[in-house]
């Protein structure tokens, strides 16, 4: 009789067939946890109006992208697609893209050179960072404000996922802190939430480890495990946080807070009871192919939300500022020393292929949500809301007014898709506060630098 | 005082006026605002005077360059801007200011300044200088490595398992940017426990257990059975049958474990369909059958349980191709890792474990009492050398009422009690965090930090891990100062000082980024060929065509695609062997870390690191350095010929790989790199809006420029050059080292001119000539630069205007021993930023 740990019981659900191409996921509707939650009538938070659970989820593209390539000729329901969104055509239903959007607070102002630090972490917080190599200061990021309203209803408050793995050594852009640029969600203006690069140990955090039909039982025991840890440690804490000054203090308390999610996470799955196992095969950990990582993540994306293991999140898909290369397209210079373009025609067209081709990797995203149908009979794709977008709008010049981006899935019916909007120098702010009231924050009556929600969205 | 004050550097285009900035100013600085009367005094008399003379020609209100201004209707307001002074002596000490062919100040003048500046206007006390005040630091993922190493003798990859730390001053040692995100504290918990599964064994016995790597199997029919201890890699296209002759000691119930994992070298775009199936056998009977395809390097893990009679039980692997006819594209293997045999199963053959001989030293009492003082014994010393102090009583109580609690649960034993205990304290924030605690009963200014929290920066600074016995035991007895010079001496001649070389150098002089850098040999090297048109058309048709859907494009055009594909294959393929191969890369780190280990080690002069006449490699090294003689993977020392134009840091392959573009050299980077790591006077970013320059660089028709001529254009905006006249000559001068570090005589056809004047006035013809310079006459820049860096490695903290004098003192040191790197440690860790702290309450008041 033999036991075998790491060949999948079910190879047809197999995370990757063939080279960077991913399947289709399964319909897992038995997947969900705790039923309709429109039954519930206490709970309206992040529901549509048919009470399927409403996601919101952000993507980072870095560098912004070449305006004459981005936007189409024309505004409405009738627009020419431009040549950098084309991959997106077949999924106008759900695509709205938003012209005019912002981040004023993203400009250099007083302090001087560091746009790309600026565009990472401001883009979901919309304030002004501390320009300071040490003494980091940033806001709340939108998602977390979200996380924090409705987190406890899912496991996970919200995921963080990246496909970048960080600086190695050195300093980043211009007397800014590296933390600006390698996270983009901040769950205090302190504290930056640190994605998750490894599609392994993404999925075992989600799912529990060890081979399909194990996991909830290894995901429990964990549980059990960690519980009697936590105990121990939140008094051990505390009584340090007695000894020490106020800057040292914060940094404890950045340890509590993650012990008190830890806490919660255990009560959580107490209340709304296991996850069940998706029968997929774990994925592996980091491929060396950037497509190949990405659609991973994507399928985690898909799964965390069909799971409705939480309904955020965040995806930095590579920081700003990144310097990559793309041989498999035929460019071997890096991104962000072309978006330096100079204005030659020949650079100009190397970033345009670049930018097109993070839409044609982001179209497969709203594939992978497109097919899986959801609770109401909907797909997962009219119950989000995406937001992709970079928070460079002209990566040459360093611009933040007229970003790139573009706002995906129809939020249940909330959103009226298939249109270019141009929204004339308007805080992105505002698409922000727009967000948050569709998932059910009708009281927020500001966020960041913004103005008021965005009307006609 | 407001702390992104003094991060600001100088500003070479002007800042727009904003008055939001002139309040934050006079906010932050409200506490010293009123300078005191005899520093008003003391300036006026011997300060004023000389910017009067010298500067104030450029420097007043109206003419106000590099918006400095020492002109003042107020001369209190002017005296209290520290970083408008930092400035100042930072432009005074590299000879930047007053510009070249004005008139300077004489010595004495310059030295009153200086004087001036740290003691006035820095407010410094020489006697009692500010220790300044270090954030509540946690491990780094490397320390956090180290330590546990140190501590539980498990090898624990944080690099795989930990998010990358945030790094502050270019290192990851600033307690200030090392932040506790939910994520990370999950994943301690999980390590911690992922860590005592490992060393602390729960089980008093287990069965035995051999080991069969997989190059013990040798082919079925040799006489002979394998030797060495590393996996043994099978073809998927070659039928093969290996097998390992085991004898099992007695009849009974074993496990039989085979690891193995599938491979492929990856090539883009190809696939590779073949498949081959692998058998594995006991003897006649199969125990596995299974078929593989393309795997990227992925693990399997099979388990099989045997009833065995005693005797022979050969082992056997075969492997079967099933794809004759397939392409092999991608050279896929099977790389059997080993098979484990674990056995007889039965209680009896169960042998203890020598890790639970270690950890559970003689027998453990059953008696609840005397089991609560084994527990007691066992925890307490280990409890102190985690927490790297004493532990209080009241904590190991708590500890051993959770052993007792864990093990009375059904099925539990004492020893999972222990391993729960284990867990639970390097999971504790007194485990992960630095605490300090300063010296007992101190009346101090400063006081001095207690000898517990002086071996802790010291180890974490030298050896980037915990402390060892012999720190322990001397803070133990209060003797840890007494003996600092010997313990410096000691643990700098312990091989774990190879962490300060590695974690220091590496990220000092970046070479560990060497690791992760792009760069595309074929695009290099390609500027060095004449320019080849065809092919830049096929390369432009490649992209037009990777643009479409696949799904839109006709049969020829995909036949064309493919083409494009082949043909550029072929491109690479001659370009190949100057790939950065994993070998190579590895080799060019350690070239760098050996260099400063060899300076550090033999206490050499710290300039050798910008010139010797000897390098450190290997024969892949040399070979790509185009250096002859080296023969073998072994890295040594090797004397360069005396034409060489290697030899220092700035010659090797890591710095002029790390500073260049995945395509070409970038002269800028370069210059700036020297700026920051080696002279210490990094200019400001660049501005946010940079003009274009493309229609002046156009120069000869079709012909692009070289960098030379294109960066000379830059120059001429009065926006670039304050900056690009510092950047530029120090970046050219390395033109002859294309961006993969090779030697080059032309570029795009041209002959490369290397030589250039510094902003300083120093001119030279060639690298060597450079080099000669930043080690004479830009000596004191290297040594203060070397020693600011280390600094804020050793502290985790960025330098403040108060350190100026610590500074200066020990680059006094570092001059008079001739740039001896030991009487540089020695002094940093003799000095008051190291040995002591600001008290609590001192500390509070100062902070926002």
Redesign the interface.
């Known amino acids: 009789?033999?036991?075998?740990?790491?060949?999948a019981a079910l190879n047809r659900r197999a995370f990757l067939r063939?080279?960077g191409a991913c399947v289709a996921l399964p319909l897992f509707e038995s997947l969900r946890i705790g039923g309709l939650l429109a039954a519930d009538p206490a709970v309206k938070l992040a529901s549509s109006a048919t009470g399927a659970p409403l996601r919101a989820a952000f993507l980072f593209f870095p560098n912004g992208a070449i305006p004459s390539a981005w936007w189409p000729a024309r505004e409405g329901t009738d627009f020419p697609w431009s040549r950098t969104l084309k991959?997106l055509e077949k999924h106008k239903a759900h695509v709205q893209i938003l012209g005019g959007l912002g981040h004023k607070t993203a400009e250099?102002?007083?302090d001087?050179?560091?746009?790309h630090a600026r565009g990472g972490s401001t883009f979901l917080t919309g304030v002004r960072l501390?320009?300071?190599?040490?003494?980091?200061r940033a806001g709340t990021s939108i998602d977390q404000v979200l996380a924090k309203a409705y987190g406890h209803l899912t496991r996970f408050s919200s995921l963080?996922f990246t496909c970048d793995?960080?600086?190695?050594?050195?300093?980043?852009?211009?007397?800014y802190?590296?933390?600006y640029q390698?996270n983009f969600s901040w769950?205090s203006p302190?504290?930056?939430?640190?994605?998750?690069?490894?599609p392994r140990?993404a999925f075992e955090?989600l799912f529990g480890e060890g081979k399909p039909g194990e996991r909830q039982a290894n995901l429990q025991r964990?549980q059990q495990?960690?519980k009697?840890?936590?105990d121990?440690?939140l008094?051990?804490?505390r009584a340090?946080k007695k000894?020490?000054?106020?800057?040292?203090r914060q940094?404890?308390d950045?340890?509590l807070?993650?012990?008190r999610?830890?806490e919660a996470r255990i009560q959580k799955v107490e209340r709304l009871g296991r996850v069940k196992d998706p029968q997929v095969e774990t994925p592996?950990?980091i491929?060396?192919?950037y497509g190949e990582h990405m659609q991973l993540m994507f399928d985690l994306m898909v799964l965390a939300f069909q799971t409705d293991s939480t309904r955020i999140i965040t995806f930095l898909l590579a920081h700003d500022g990144s310097?990559?290369?793309f041989?498999?397209?035929?460019?071997?210079?890096?991104h962000h020393?072309l978006t330096?373009h100079?204005?030659?025609k020949e650079w100009i067209?190397?970033v345009a292929?670049i930018d097109?081709w993070y839409v044609q990797q982001f179209a497969k995203l709203l594939d992978k949500l497109n097919q899986v149908k959801d609770v109401d009979g909907k797909s997962l794709l009219h119950n989000s809301m995406i937001v992709y977008g970079s928070g460079n709008a002209d990566g040459?010049?360093?611009t933040h007014a007229n970003l790139p981006l573009l706002l995906a899935g129809a939020g249940g019916g909330a959103f009226r898709t298939g249109r270019y909007v141009k929204h004339s120098s308007k805080p992105m702010s505002n698409l922000f506060l727009s967000m948050a009231h569709t998932l059910g924050m009708r009281k927020l009556e500001r966020f960041g630098d913004s103005t008021g929600p965005l009307t006609d969205v | 005082m407001g702390?992104?004050l003094f991060?600001?550097?100088w500003?070479c285009v002007r800042?727009?006026a904003?008055p939001?900035?002139v309040l934050?100013i006079t906010f932050s600085f409200s506490p010293t605002m009123g300078a005191a009367p005899e520093s008003v005094a003391s300036y006026r008399k011997t300060v004023e005077p000389i910017l009067t003379k010298y500067c104030i020609g450029c420097h007043d209100n109206d003419s106000k360059k590099g918006s400095v201004s020492f002109e003042a209707d107020d001369p209190a307001s002017l005296i209290a801007d520290k970083e408008l002074w930092l400035k100042a002596l930072k432009m005074l000490r590299a000879e930047m200011m007053p510009p070249r062919g004005k008139r300077r100040p004489s010595a004495e003048q310059m030295a009153q300044v200086v004087d001036w500046i740290k003691y006035s206007a820095f407010g410094i006390d020489p006697h009692d200088p500010d220790p300044g005040?270090v954030?509540?630091r946690?491990l780094n993922r490397t320390e956090y490595r180290n330590t546990i190493r140190d501590l539980m003798g498990v090898d624990f990859n944080t690099t795989?398992?930990f998010?990358?730390d945030?790094?502050?001053?270019?290192?990851?040692t600033?307690?200030?940017?090392l932040?506790?995100?939910?994520?990370?504290?999950?994943k301690y918990?999980?390590a911690?426990?992922s860590i005592v599964a490992q060393a602390v064994p729960t089980q008093p016995g287990v069965p035995p257990e051999t080991r069969i790597p997989g190059q013990r199997f040798s082919p079925a029919n040799s006489k002979t059975p394998g030797s060495g201890d590393g996996p043994l890699v099978l073809s998927y296209y070659k039928t093969a049958t290996v097998m390992y002759p085991f004898t099992a000691p007695h009849a009974g119930r074993y496990q039989v474990v085979l690891d193995l994992s599938a491979n492929e070298n990856?090539v883009?775009?190809q696939?590779d369909y073949n498949k081959c199936r692998l058998i594995f056998k006991c003897g006649d009977r199969v125990?596995?059958s299974?078929d593989f395809t393309r795997q990227?390097r992925?693990?399997?893990?099979?388990?099989?349980?045997q009833e065995w009679k005693a005797g022979k039980q050969d082992l056997i692997v075969e492997i079967q191709p099933l794809t004759p006819n397939e392409r092999q594209v991608r050279s896929l293997t099977i790389q059997l890792a080993s098979v484990t045999v674990r056995g007889p199963m039965a209680k009896e053959f169960w042998v203890r474990s020598a890790s639970h001989k270690r950890f559970f030293p003689g027998t453990i009492p059953t008696n609840p009492q005397e089991r609560r003082a084994y527990a007691l014994k066992l925890l307490k010393p280990f409890v102190t050398r985690a927490f790297r102090r004493p532990v209080d009583r009241e904590?190991l109580e708590?500890?051993v009422n959770?052993v007792e609690s864990?093990a009375a649960k059904p099925g539990q034993s004492f020893e999972e009690g222990m391993a729960?205990a284990i867990?639970?304290v390097l999971?504790?924030?007194?485990f992960?965090?630095r605490?300090e605690v300063t010296m007992p009963n101190s009346t101090d200014h400063y006081p001095l930090i207690d000898e517990y929290a002086l071996a802790s920066r010291l180890s974490y600074f030298l050896w980037s891990s915990m402390p060892d016995e012999e720190l322990f035991r001397l803070a133990d007895q209060n003797k840890l100062r007494q003996n600092l010079s010997a313990q410096v001496s000691r643990m700098l001649a312990d091989k774990r000082s190879g962490e300060f070389v590695r974690n220091f150098a590496?990220?000092w002089l970046?070479s560990?980024?060497i690791?992760?850098a792009?760069v595309?040999a074929?695009?290099v090297l390609a500027r060095e060929q004449p320019r080849d048109p065809k092919a830049e058309q096929m390369?432009a048709r490649?992209?037009e065509l990777?643009?479409k859907?696949r799904e839109d494009l006709t049969d020829a055009e995909k036949k064309e695609l493919e083409q494009a594909r082949a043909s550029?294959r072929n491109g690479f393929r001659r370009f190949q062997r100057f790939n950065l191969t994993g070998e190579l890369r590895r080799a060019m780190r350690q070239e760098t870390e050996m260099a400063f280990e060899h300076v550090v080690r033999n206490d050499r002069s710290l300039l050798e690191l910008l010139d010797a006449n000897y390098a450190f490699l290997n024969e892949p090294l040399a070979k790509f350095y185009g250096i002859e003689g080296v023969t073998g993977k072994q890295m040594r020392q090797v004397t360069l010929p005396a034409d060489s134009p290697r030899g220092g840091i700035l010659t090797q392959a890591t710095f002029l790989i790390i500073t260049s573009?995945?395509?070409r050299t970038s002269p800028v980077k370069r210059g700036l790199f020297i700026l920051?790591n080696v002279l210490g006077t990094p200019p400001?970013?660049?501005?946010?809006?940079?003009p274009?320059?493309?229609q002046a660089?156009r120069g000869g028709k079709g012909k692009p420029p070289t960098l030379r001529e294109t960066l000379a254009i830059h120059r001429k905006a009065a926006l670039c050059s304050s900056c690009h006249n510092r950047m530029d000559p120090l970046g050219l001068a390395f033109e002859n080292f294309n961006a993969l570090g090779r030697w080059r005589d032309k570029e795009l056809n041209q002959p490369i001119e290397a030589g250039g004047q510094l902003l300083t006035g120093e001119s030279f013809k060639d690298v060597r000539e450079l080099k000669r310079i930043l080690t004479t006459t830009r000596r004191l820049d290297f040594y203060r630069c070397a020693t600011e860096k280390m600094l804020i490695y050793a502290l985790g903290?960025?330098l403040e205007p108060y350190d100026t004098h610590t500074i200066d003192e020990l680059v006094d040191k570092l001059e008079a021993a001739k740039g001896n790197p030991s009487v540089l440690i020695r002094g940093i860790v003799e000095s008051p930023a190291f040995q002591r702290r600001r008290p609590?309450a001192r500390?509070?008041a100062t902070?926002?």
């Open positions: 009789m033999s036991v075998e740990f790491a060949h063939g080279t991959p250099a102002g007083p001087g050179p560091g746009d501390r320009k300071s190599a040490t003494d980091i963080e793995k960080g600086p190695s050594s050195g300093v980043c852009d211009s007397g802190s590296c933390a390698f769950s302190t504290t930056p939430k640190t994605p998750e690069v490894n140990r955090r964990r495990e960690d009697s840890v936590l121990f440690v008094d051990d804490a340090m000894r020490l000054d106020s800057a040292d940094k404890l950045q340890y807070t993650g012990v999610e830890v592996p950990g491929p060396s192919d310097n990559r290369s041989d498999q397209i035929g460019i071997s210079e890096g020393d330096h100079q204005n030659r067209d190397k292929d097109l040459n010049r360093h | 702390k992104w991060e600001r550097t500003q800042r727009p904003w939001i900035v934050a005040r954030t509540l946690r795989n398992e998010p990358p945030d790094t502050g001053h270019g290192f990851d600033i307690g200030d940017v932040t506790i995100s939910p994520l990370l504290l999950e918990i999980a911690a426990k990856f883009d775009g696939f125990l596995l299974k990227g992925k693990p399997y893990h099979f388990e099989f349980e904590t708590r500890l959770l864990t729960q867990i639970v999971a504790s924030p007194r992960l965090f605490e590496g990220q970046q560990y980024n690791d992760g792009n595309n074929f695009a390369r490649f992209r990777v643009r859907a550029f573009n995945p395509d920051d400001p970013p660049p501005p946010p809006d940079i274009p320059l493309e660089a903290r960025g609590l500390a509070e902070t926002e």
